[in-house]
């Protein structure tokens, strides 16, 4: 795969990325389906990763839906799979001692307001897909007590604990974009940073995947409490390419937050839960 130069801008924005990739795109894209299904042929280029980390804007439904469609691809070559969220593990403590749905929807997770977008239905959702596939290993990891400990070494810490105890499986996670990224940011170290400077991960078993999109919409908490944000059409070189939705694998001559861009044309928000109605 040939080097690029990555431009980071602004990471908590969809516009972060440089002009000039639209040549690197057309012959490098990996088409996903349009219900973000994936063909069998995208097993190959995840083959190599231990780990694959989905990160994501909290309130959308796209990242959940490719965690899930990941581990299906994962199931069709491999005997099983390790799913994780950016979970507490108190939360989900009657869920995980007798997992179906009613425990699930009990759980202290899914039963408190909706914050931050994490326990709405795009969540809930995968976590029904895993809890049904026996072959899948599924665990929660946002685990820190302490404030005085840092939270994503806790859960770096928390997803090695699951390496070693399956230490066949590929690793799969879906947690906030920043605990995503392969660097740290803001000169503190992140959950997949910590990973990558642990030898236990050689270099290279690391796929860590960006969620960009152009328009669309979301559900989160960006310091004024859970709101509706509409994000509104940005044009660039990932919207000319050929595909509405794709994945594009990469290197550069620099550090960068990720190695893997997964490219939606629109983003849709993931609606908050009420099991009361």
């Known amino acids: 795969m040939k080097t690029i130069t990555f431009a980071f801008l602004l990471f908590l924005s969809p516009n972060i990325f440089s002009q000039g990739w639209k040549e690197y795109i ?4 990996l088409p996903v389906g349009t219900n973000l299904s994936v063909n069998s042929s995208l097993y190959a280029p995840f083959e190599k990763y231990r780990f694959i980390a989905v990160g994501e804007m909290h309130g959308t439904k796209e990242p959940a839906k490719i965690t899930e469609q990941l581990a299906r691809l994962i199931l069709v070559h491999e005997e099983s799979v390790s799913v994780g969220l950016e979970i507490p593990e108190k939360e989900m403590k009657d869920f995980l001692q007798k997992p179906n749905e009613k425990t699930l929807m009990e759980s202290r997770f899914f039963s408190k307001p ?12 995968l976590i029904q897909y895993c809890m049904n596939e026996p072959r899948i290993h599924l665990f929660f990891y946002d685990n820190a007590t302490s404030s005085d400990v840092s939270r994503d070494s806790i859960m770096y810490l928390e997803i090695k604990k699951q390496a070693l105890s399956h230490p066949t499986n590929k690793i799969l996670t879906l947690s906030g974009n920043i605990h995503n990224q392969l660097t740290p940011f803001n000169d503190e170290q992140t959950m997949i940073s910590y990973l990558s400077e642990d030898p236990y991960f050689p ?10 999109y152009a328009e669309g919409t979301m559900m989160n908490n960006r310091g004024n409490g859970l709101e509706l944000r509409t994000i509104e059409f940005q044009e660039s070189d990932f919207t ?12 550069s001559a620099e550090p960068t937050p990720n190695n893997c861009i997964f490219f939606t044309r629109k983003v849709h928000h993931s609606e908050s839960l009420d099991f009361k109605n």
């Open 240 to 251: 000319s390419g050929l595909y509405e939705n794709y994945f594009l694998f990469y290197t």
């Open 114 to 125: 909706n914050e931050d977008g994490r326990n709405s239905s795009a969540w809930y959702n």
């Open 26 to 29: 057309v012959n490098n894209a």
């Open 203 to 212: 270099k290279g078993c690391i796929c860590s995947i960006y969620h960009y």
